[in-house]
């Protein structure tokens, strides 16, 4: 092996999930400035601007392709040598009544939170498993444990997120491979626009609330972090030796999950009810 390669395989390398925008691209650039090796993945890798180079490279990954996933992590095992760190990031919010909901999009909201996630973590375990190290870490979200008007299969997704990891993380300490939840608020990215759907809404009894939750969410103030903050805590949770496993992100996100761990659910949902008049 020439030193260029020892070099290169010397680095800890970070595989994300849905890497083109928002906090994915921010993880990116900022564990590349870090000195690691970055495989950042997404759907299409050709339209986006991150630039390529001996540390970083893009990967064509639709975490709903079973094929494309198992493709890119031999790739990227080749590229790289090894996966130190799987940030599970690939996701978007599907919102409105339950009852507007088609089959189609329930479906594709877990195929793309939850199962994506799953497929991913059960191609990248083996590697980890013959290092007997390892991180994996989940973007979930404070709506993993709290709740808003119009976000059921949202709230599921992510509900289901927190529920898979913490029992993933007593199988595999043993082994030597944590698991960590990064849990932001709100983000100031593209949620709101190009990875959000609303669903078609016909039924005029839920307009009330439909209005007023579009007028929060186009607030400034509903978004108080940047991408940027929240890959500084992904670096954090990646390089921690600590047991912690959940790691909000935010001033918003930190004050609904303190008043639920000091006065439980009762008083979020009073919060909640407050906030939409409801």
């Given at each position: ?16 999930t ?6 994915g ?9 870090k000195?690691w ?12 601007d ?7 490279k ?16 031999k ?15 690939a ?5 409105g ?12 909201q ?15 375990l083996?590697?980890?498993r ?24 949202y ?6 997120v ?14 030597g ?24 809404n ?26 940027l ?8 949770a ?41």
């Open positions: 092996m020439d030193n260029t390669k020892k070099s290169k395989f010397s680095k800890k390398t970070i595989l994300i849905g890497a083109s925008t928002g906090i691209k921010s993880t990116a650039e900022y564990f590349q400035n000195g090796n970055v495989a950042a993945s997404m759907r299409n890798p050709q339209k986006n991150l630039k390529e180079s001996k540390s970083l893009k990967y064509k990954i639709d975490v709903t392709n079973k094929k494309q996933i198992n493709d890119a992590v790739k990227v095992i080749k590229d790289f040598g090894r996966v130190d760190v799987l940030l599970n990031n996701g978007y919010g599907a919102f009544p339950v009852e507007c909901a088609t089959d189609e999009q329930i479906r594709r877990f195929d793309v939170n939850v199962f994506g996630l799953i497929d991913m973590t059960k191609v990248v083996p590697y980890m013959k290092n007997k190290s390892g991180v994996i870490i989940n973007i979930s979200s404070v709506a993993g444990q709290v709740t808003m008007p119009l976000g059921s299969l709230h599921g997704t992510k509900f289901c927190e529920g898979i990891s913490e029992a993933m993380n007593y199988e595999l300490n043993p082994l491979i944590k698991v960590k939840l990064v849990e932001p608020g709100g983000v100031k990215t593209d949620f709101a626009g190009r990875s959000l759907v609303m669903f078609e016909e039924i005029r009894d839920y307009d009330p609330i439909i209005n007023k939750m579009m007028k929060l969410m186009h607030k400034n103030d509903v978004w108080p972090s940047l991408p903050d929240v890959a500084k805590v992904i670096y954090k990646s390089s921690t030796n600590s047991k912690k496993m959940r790691f909000p992100v935010g001033s918003d996100a930190k004050l609904m999950l303190t008043v639920k761990r000091l006065f439980g659910p009762k008083a979020v949902n009073w919060l909640i009810k407050k906030m939409f008049k409801i």
